[in-house]
C-alpha cells in the first residue's frame, strides 16, 4: 500500500481534480497507469465534463434526498443523535455481465451446498460421518440450535435470505469473506442507492444500459410465499422488527412498506395452541410467514434467551409444529460461522461435486496446532476474527494493531482457541469515490444478496460498501463505512 | 391493523393536541399578563395550571418567565410542549410506515426544531420578549406547526381506521381539556351570576375565549357583547364550532363508529353506549339548567365519562384478553 505509483494524468478537460494514485490493489477503474478499462469510459467522461459546482449540487441533492427520506440507520451506545445517515458515494461501481455471471453462478451453487449441508447435520449427519466436517466444529458452535433436530423445514429451504460479502483479489478475482445467513441487512440501501441515482444521472444510467434490480422486494415477497405452510393459500406474511431502536429499523419499515406486510414486534405476536397470531384492532388474526429480523436467541424466551422481549413466547413450537414458517429458520448461523467458512470448498465438492466457482480467502484455524502457532507467530501480519462477532466488532488488523493489543489478542485465541480464526491481510480492489470535491480511490466490497424460495434468484449487483476513510479496509456502516451503487451491465 | 400501530396513533394525535392547548394557553396568559389586572397574577397563573391538569413537576414560584421555561422546556415534566411533540413523534416513529412522509416530515421538522439549542437560548433571556422573539414566536410557531400537521394528515393519509384513531385521539384531548378549562375559570366567571364585565375583567373574560380559540367565533354569533352564560353555551354546547365539548364528543363519537364498522368489532356495544349517551346529553342540554346545578361537578362527571371513553377504546381495541379474542 506504501508503493505508490505516480499519479494517473489530468485530463485537460477535468473539471474535477483527480487524486488518483493507483496500488497494488485491484482497481475498479484502472488497469494500469493510463490505462481506464474499457467500461468505465463513459463514466469518466461524464464526470469529467461536468463543471464541479454542478456535481457538488447533485451530490447536494442526494445527500437531501436520503435526508428526506429518513434513510437512516442507528449507532448503539449513544444517548442522543442515534439516528445517522448511510454515507453514500455518487460515483456507481460497475461490473461487467461476464463478471457478474461467474459471480451468479458461484453464489447459487454455493447457497445450494450450504442449504443442503444445514438439512444434513440437523437430521442425518452424513457429512459429519464422513468426516468431511469435524463435529466438534458444528457441535461446538455458538449458533448450532440442537433444537432444531429433525424438523422438516418447509421446502427443505433453510436460508431464504443470504447475503454474501465478496471482495476482489489483486489479480481481480471475486472470492468469498464471508457468508452471512442469519439476518443480512443493508437491502434497503442497495434499492434507495439506485432510485437516487437514476434521478441524479439519467442519462449516465441509460448510456450504460444496467440491468434492473428494482423486483427485489417483489421476488422476496413470492419467496416468502412460497415457503408458507400447507393449507395456506392465501398466506398472511409479516415482517418481524426488534423494534424502532434496532440499527436496521428503517429497513425494516421500508421493506415491509414496499411488499405491502405488516411489520410487527414481538408484543404483537400471541402464540396459542401451537398458531401464532397478531393482536389487530378486529381481534386476533393467524400469521402464516414470518420474515425475521429478529437473532435466533431473541425469537422465543421459552426456548431461547429467557429474558427475551423481542420475540412470542411458544414461537418456536409453533414452527415445529408447522403452522408458522419462520425465514430464515433457526440455527442457520452454524454455517456462517467463520471456522466453518474454511470447509465450505470440501461442503461444495461433498453435495456437489462440484469444484467451487467462487474461491475462499485463505484462513488459518487457530483449533488446528500448526496453523494456530502460525497465526501467534504472525499477528502482526494478518486479520483475526472471532468467529460469532459480525460488523467489523472483535477484529485485530495485525497491521495496524499495536503490540499492546497483539498481546491480548495472542492471550485470547490460546485461552479459546475455537473462537478465532486469521486470514492474510487482503487488500481488496478500490473504486473511485467523489472525496470531498475531489475523485481518489477507496476499498469497496460488495453484497449480493440471494433468495431461496422455489428456486434461487439473485438480482444483478448488490450493496457495494465503501470504506471511505482513506486506506482503510473497514467498510461496515458502523465504522466509517458508505456505499454506492452497484451497476451491473447488460 | 395492528393494535400497536392503533395505539401509536391515537397518542400521537393526542400529545400534539396536547402541545399545542398547552402552547396556547401559556401564549394567552402571557400576553394578558402585560396589561393591569382585576385578579392577581398569581391568581392567574395558579388557574392556568389548574386548566392544564396541575402537572406535578410544575409549581408556580412568582416568576412567569420561568414557568413558561418550564412549561415548555423541561423534559422531566412530562406534560411540558416539548416532551408532548417528543412523545408525539416517537409514536410517529413506531408507525413511521403505516403514515404518509409528508406527515412524517412536517412532524420531524418540528422535533428537530423545538429540540435545537437555540431555541432554548432565545427563551432564556426574559428581554427577548420585548423584541418579538422569545416565547411568543416559539409558541405562535410550535401551534402553526401543529396546526399544519393536522392538514397534511387531513390531506394526505386515507381517512381510514388509522386515520379515525387520530381523529379520535385528538377529540378525546380536546374534550378533556376544554373541561378542565371551563372547571379552572369556573370560580371566576359563573361564580357571581349577574356581573357583567368591565375593563379588566372583561379583557380576562376574553382570554378564555382565547384559550379555545373561540373569542371571533363567539363574536359572530353574539358580538362582542360577553356574558357568562353565553361563554359557557359556547365553549360547551355549540354544535359548529370546533373546541366546544359537545363538538368534540361528537366529533369522537363519529370516528369511533367510523372505526367499529371498519373492524368489524361485535362487542362495541358499551363503547357505543357511553359515547353517544355523552354526545346526547350534550346535545340537549341546556345552559341556564346546568347553571342552577352545580357547575364544576357536571364538569368533572364529563370528564369522568371521557376516561371511562378511552379505557373502552383500550378494552376493546388494543389491551384486550386474549381469551376473549380467541372465544370469539
Redesign the interface.
Request: proline share 0%; no cysteine.
Given at each position: 500500500m506504501d508503493n505508490p505509483s505516480p499519479e494517473a494524468e489530468r485530463l485537460p478537460q477535468a473539471a474535477t481534480p483527480w487524486n488518483y494514485t493507483l496500488d497494488h490493489a485491484f482497481d475498479e477503474m484502472f488497469a494500469g497507469k493510463d490505462q481506464l478499462r474499457e467500461h468505465y469510459v463513459p463514466l469518466l467522461e461524464h464526470f469529467t465534463a461536468l463543471p464541479q459546482d454542478e456535481l457538488q449540487r447533485r451530490k447536494q441533492a442526494a445527500d437531501l434526498s436520503f435526508l428526506n427520506q429518513g434513510i437512516t440507520f442507528t449507532v448503539y451506545g449513544r444517548e442522543e443523535g442515534t439516528e445517522k445517515i448511510f454515507p453514500y458515494d455518487l460515483l456507481p461501481r460497475i461490473i461487467t455481465s461476464a463478471e457478474w455471471a461467474k459471480v451468479e453462478r458461484g453464489l447459487i451453487q454455493r447457497i445450494t451446498a450450504l442449504n443442503l449441508f444445514l438439512r444434513d447435520i440437523y437430521n442425518e449427519g452424513r457429512i459429519l460421518k464422513a468426516g468431511i466436517v469435524p463435529r466438534e466444529i458444528v457441535y461446538s458452535c455458538w449458533h448450532f440450535r440442537r433444537q432444531m433436530s429433525g424438523l422438516q423445514v418447509p421446502r427443505n429451504v433453510y436460508i431464504a435470505v443470504c447475503g454474501t460479502d465478496l471482495i476482489r483479489l489483486e489479480n481481480g478475482e471475486f472470492v468469498v469473506l464471508e457468508d452471512n445467513l442469519r439476518v443480512p441487512s443493508g437491502v434497503s440501501y442497495m434499492l434507495t442507492n439506485r432510485r437516487v441515482m437514476k434521478r441524479i444521472f439519467p442519462q449516465l444510467f441509460r448510456e450504460y444500459n444496467v440491468k434492473p434490480i428494482e423486483q427485489y422486494t417483489q421476488l422476496l415477497l413470492g419467496t416468502l410465499r412460497s415457503l408458507a405452510p400447507e393449507g395456506r393459500p392465501e398466506p398472511n406474511i409479516v415482517l418481524l422488527s426488534p423494534g424502532v431502536f434496532n440499527s436496521a429499523y428503517f429497513e425494516h419499515a421500508y421493506l415491509a412498506r414496499q411488499m405491502g406486510i405488516e411489520l410487527v414486534e414481538g408484543r404483537d405476536l400471541v402464540v396459542h395452541d401451537n398458531v401464532c397470531y397478531m393482536r389487530t384492532t378486529s381481534g386476533l388474526r393467524r400469521v402464516d410467514v414470518i420474515y425475521r429480523r429478529v437473532d435466533d436467541d431473541f425469537i422465543d424466551p421459552l426456548c431461547f434467551r429467557s429474558d427475551s422481549i423481542l420475540g412470542a413466547a411458544g414461537l418456536f413450537h409453533a414452527y415445529r409444529a408447522g403452522n408458522v414458517t419462520l425465514a430464515n429458520a433457526f440455527g442457520t448461523g452454524v454455517a456462517d460461522d467463520k471456522a466453518l467458512y474454511a470447509y465450505v470448498p470440501e461442503i461444495i465438492r461433498y453435495y456437489l461435486g462440484e469444484e467451487p466457482i467462487l474461491n475462499n480467502v485463505e484462513t488459518y484455524l487457530c483449533t488446528r496446532e500448526k496453523e494456530r502457532n502460525h497465526v501467534l507467530a504472525n499477528l502482526d501480519k494478518l486479520v483475526v476474527k472471532a468467529v460469532g462477532e459480525s460488523g467489523g466488532y472483535g477484529m485485530l488488523i495485525g497491521t495496524q494493531s499495536t503490540p499492546k493489543e497483539r498481546d491480548a489478542f495472542a492471550e485470547k485465541i490460546r485461552a479459546n482457541p475455537r473462537n478465532y480464526i486469521a486470514q492474510p491481510t487482503i487488500s481488496f480492489s478500490r473504486a473511485p469515490c467523489l472525496i470531498g470535491d475531489e475523485l481518489e480511490p477507496r476499498h469497496v466490497d460488495l453484497r449480493p444478496y440471494v433468495l431461496y424460495g422455489d428456486k434461487v434468484t439473485i438480482v444483478p449487483g448488490g450493496l457495494t460498501r465503501v470504506a471511505l476513510t482513506r486506506g482503510s479496509l473497514v467498510v461496515n456502516s458502523s465504522q466509517g463505512g458508505g456505499s454506492k451503487d452497484t451497476w451491473v451491465l447488460s | 391493523?395492528?393494535?400497536?400501530v392503533?395505539d401509536s396513533l391515537y397518542w400521537m394525535s393526542r400529545y400534539l393536541e396536547r402541545a399545542e392547548h398547552a402552547a396556547r394557553l401559556l401564549d394567552v396568559n402571557l400576553n394578558l399578563m402585560l396589561d393591569e389586572s382585576s385578579i392577581s397574577s398569581d391568581h392567574r397563573w395558579l388557574r392556568m395550571l389548574h386548566a392544564l391538569g396541575n402537572p406535578s413537576r410544575l409549581k408556580w414560584s412568582g416568576n412567569a418567565y420561568e414557568l413558561a421555561r418550564n412549561l415548555t422546556f423541561d423534559t422531566s415534566n412530562k406534560s411540558s410542549i416539548v416532551s408532548c411533540i417528543i412523545a408525539a413523534r416517537?409514536n410517529a416513529?413506531?408507525v413511521?410506515?403505516q403514515i404518509s412522509?409528508e406527515q412524517?416530515?412536517k412532524l420531524?421538522s418540528l422535533y428537530i426544531e423545538v429540540t435545537s439549542p437555540q431555541v432554548k437560548r432565545a427563551m432564556r433571556t426574559d428581554a427577548a420578549a420585548d423584541f418579538g422573539g422569545g416565547p411568543t414566536a416559539f409558541l405562535q410557531a410550535a401551534m402553526e406547526a401543529v396546526h399544519q400537521f393536522q392538514g397534511v394528515t387531513d390531506s394526505t393519509m386515507s381517512h381510514g381506521?388509522g386515520w379515525q384513531f387520530i381523529q379520535a385521539g385528538r377529540y378525546l384531548e380536546r374534550a378533556t381539556a376544554t373541561g378542565l378549562l371551563l372547571e379552572a375559570y369556573s370560580e371566576d366567571v359563573w361564580g357571581n351570576p349577574d356581573c357583567v364585565p368591565e375593563g379588566n375583567e372583561y379583557l380576562d373574560w376574553t382570554g378564555l375565549l382565547r384559550c379555545a380559540t373561540a373569542f371571533e367565533a363567539y363574536c359572530k354569533v353574539y358580538t362582542a357583547d360577553l356574558t357568562s352564560e353565553r361563554i359557557l353555551e359556547f365553549l360547551l354546547l355549540d354544535a359548529e364550532f370546533p373546541h366546544s365539548l359537545r363538538f368534540s364528543i361528537d366529533s369522537l363519537k363519529h370516528s369511533l363508529q367510523a372505526?367499529q364498522e371498519r373492524?368489524?368489532?361485535t362487542r362495541a356495544e358499551e363503547l357505543n353506549r357511553i359515547s353517544g349517551r355523552l354526545s346526547a346529553s350534550l346535545g340537549f342540554a341546556s345552559v341556564d339548567e346546568i347553571l342552577t346545578g352545580d357547575l364544576v361537578a357536571y364538569l368533572q362527571s364529563i370528564q369522568r365519562q371521557c376516561q371511562a371513553i378511552h379505557e373502552t377504546i383500550y378494552r376493546l381495541?388494543?389491551d384486550?384478553p386474549?381469551q376473549t379474542?380467541?372465544a370469539?
Open positions: - | 391493523m395492528l393494535s400497536r392503533a416517537e416513529r413506531q413511521r410506515e412522509t412524517w416530515q420531524n381506521e372505526i373492524s368489524g368489532k381495541y388494543v384486550y386474549i379474542a380467541l370469539g
